[in-house]
C-alpha cells in the first residue's frame, strides 16, 4: 500500500540480511551477531561467534545445550564470554600456596542459537555489552579472521596456503643449506686455528730446547 512503511524490526532484519550477503568479501567488516541470524550448521555458529570474540577481543567459550527428546541431538546452545559466571571458591589446601588468578568475573555477553525446522540455526538471544575491558585486533590482523567461507573460498585458501607453506618449506631448506655451510667453514677455521697453534707451540719448544742444549755446550 503507498504511503505504508515496514515496522522497525522489519527494516533492521532487512538491513542485517544486506549486511549477510556481504561479509564473504575479502575487505568487508566483521559483521556484530543479531536476533534472527541465521547459520548452515552449529559448527558455523559456533565458527562465526568464535571469529567475532578473537576480532573484538574475548575469548568464546561454548557452554549450555539442550538435546531433543525425540532423537537426543543438540537443538539449542549457548555461546558466552570465558569470563561468563563465577569460580566456585573452594578452601585452600595449603596457606603458603598463592591463590588462583580470577578467571571469571560474571561477564553477561553471550548468543544463544537453536535448531530450526529446516535445519538452520537461529541466532535468538544476543548480549553484546561485556563488564571487562576488551583486547581487540588492529585492522590488520583482523582481516585473517573472516567470517564463514563458502567451498570454493575454502579451497581457494587452502591452495593459498599450502603455496605459502610449500615457499617457506623451501626457504628454510635454503637457510638451513646456508647455516650448514657456515658451520662447515668455521669447522675448517678452527681447525686450521687449532693446528697453526700447535704448530707456534712446537716451534716454541723446538727454540727451548735448541737454546737448553747450547747452554749445556
Request: glycine letters at 4%; charged letters at 35%.
Given at each position: 500500500m503507498?504511503?505504508?512503511?515496514?515496522?522497525e524490526?522489519?527494516?533492521?532484519?532487512m538491513?542485517?540480511?544486506?549486511?549477510?550477503k556481504t561479509?564473504?568479501?575479502?575487505?568487508?567488516?566483521m559483521?556484530?551477531?543479531?536476533?534472527?541470524?541465521?547459520?548452515e550448521?552449529?559448527?558455523?555458529?559456533?565458527?562465526f561467534?568464535?571469529n567475532?570474540a578473537t576480532?573484538i577481543?574475548?575469548?568464546m567459550?561454548?557452554?549450555?545445550?539442550r538435546?531433543s527428546?525425540?532423537?537426543?541431538t543438540?537443538?539449542?546452545?549457548?555461546?558466552?564470554?570465558?569470563?561468563e559466571?563465577?569460580?566456585r571458591?573452594?578452601?585452600r589446601?595449603s596457606e603458603s600456596?598463592k591463590?588462583?588468578?580470577?578467571?571469571?568475573?560474571?561477564?553477561?555477553?553471550?548468543i544463544?542459537?537453536?535448531?530450526?525446522?529446516?535445519?538452520n540455526?537461529?541466532v535468538?538471544?544476543?548480549e553484546?555489552e561485556?563488564?571487562?575491558?576488551?583486547?581487540?585486533?588492529?585492522?590488520?590482523?583482523?582481516r585473517?579472521?573472516q567470517?564463514p567461507?563458502?567451498?570454493?573460498?575454502?579451497?581457494?585458501?587452502?591452495?593459498?596456503?599450502?603455496?605459502?607453506?610449500?615457499?617457506?618449506?623451501?626457504?628454510?631448506?635454503?637457510?638451513?643449506?646456508q647455516l650448514?655451510?657456515v658451520?662447515?667453514?668455521?669447522?675448517?677455521?678452527?681447525?686450521h686455528?687449532?693446528?697453526?697453534?700447535n704448530?707456534?707451540?712446537?716451534?716454541?719448544?723446538?727454540?727451548?730446547?735448541n737454546?737448553?742444549?747450547?747452554q749445556?755446550?
Open positions: 503507498e504511503g505504508s512503511s515496514l515496522p524490526e522489519d527494516v533492521e532484519m538491513e542485517n540480511s544486506d549486511v549477510m561479509v564473504t568479501d575479502e575487505a568487508s567488516p559483521v556484530e551477531p543479531f536476533i534472527g541470524m541465521e547459520f550448521s552449529e559448527e558455523a555458529a559456533k565458527s561467534y568464535d567475532y576480532c577481543g574475548f575469548v567459550r561454548v557452554d549450555a545445550f538435546r527428546m525425540r532423537d537426543g543438540v537443538v539449542w546452545r549457548r555461546l558466552v564470554c570465558n569470563k559466571g563465577f569460580r571458591s573452594r578452601p589446601r600456596r591463590p588462583r588468578a580470577i578467571t571469571r568475573e560474571g561477564c553477561k555477553a553471550l544463544v542459537v537453536k535448531r530450526e525446522k529446516s535445519g540455526w537461529l535468538t538471544k544476543f553484546k561485556h563488564n571487562h575491558p576488551l583486547l581487540p585486533l588492529s585492522p590488520n590482523v583482523r585473517n579472521f567470517l567461507q563458502t567451498p570454493d573460498e575454502k579451497d581457494a585458501k587452502i591452495r593459498e596456503l599450502s603455496a605459502e607453506l610449500s615457499r617457506e618449506r623451501r626457504r628454510c631448506t635454503a637457510l638451513q643449506q650448514d655451510m658451520l662447515k667453514e668455521m669447522e675448517e677455521h678452527s681447525n686455528l687449532t693446528i697453526n697453534i704448530n707456534v707451540i712446537q716451534s716454541v719448544r723446538d727454540i727451548e730446547s737454546t737448553f742444549t747450547k749445556q755446550t
